[in-house]
């Protein structure tokens, strides 16, 4: 009888085990799916094209790190071209753009406000600190007079 009493307590402790191991592996599963699906990949190519001006920015992500290259053909302006490394951050990239005018090379800082479907330039007080110019407050920067890019 005894042994009879020690399986059955065997089975019980083993299913309740297999159980709680289970449900660790669900949970585990749904927090991984939320994650993933909760983040953007805001990688691709975007494009702006109207009245004789191009601006393309061609976009790499890993991470909340980003590079790529961007493009403007500004109507009646130099073209300039070069790549750009920075950060996303609540789907804004900030970034570090090394281009060349004319056979001049500069740097200057670049925004854009991403979402699934396009990018959004931003625009703000601009100061040049060791020859390079930067966005006296990132934090402030204006979308609404940008110009939107369409992700392709």
């Not at 073209?79 to 500069?106: C, H, M, P, Q």
């Not at 006296?136 to 890019?149: I, S, T």
Request: charged residues 25%.
């Amino acid at each position: 009888m005894k042994k009879i009493l020690y399986c059955f307590g065997a089975i019980v402790l083993l299913s309740a085990c297999a159980k709680k191991t289970e449900k660790i592996e669900s949970n585990d599963t749904v927090t991984s799916t939320i994650t993933n699906s909760s983040q953007t990949d805001f990688s691709g190519m975007y494009n702006y094209q109207e009245n004789g001006t191009t601006v393309t920015l061609q976009l790499m992500v890993d991470g909340n790190k980003a590079s790529g290259n961007l493009m403007y053909a500004l109507k009646e302006k130099d073209r300039n071209s070069g790549t750009f490394i920075g950060e996303i951050k609540d789907g804004i990239l900030l970034a570090d753009y090394t281009f060349s005018s004319e056979g001049v090379l500069s740097e200057r800082q670049v925004a854009f406000k991403l979402t699934e479907t396009s990018a959004v330039e931003g625009y703000g007080d601009v100061e040049q600190i060791n020859g390079k110019m930067v966005f006296k407050d990132p934090a402030n920067l204006e979308y609404d007079k940008g110009l939107v890019l369409t992700k392709k």
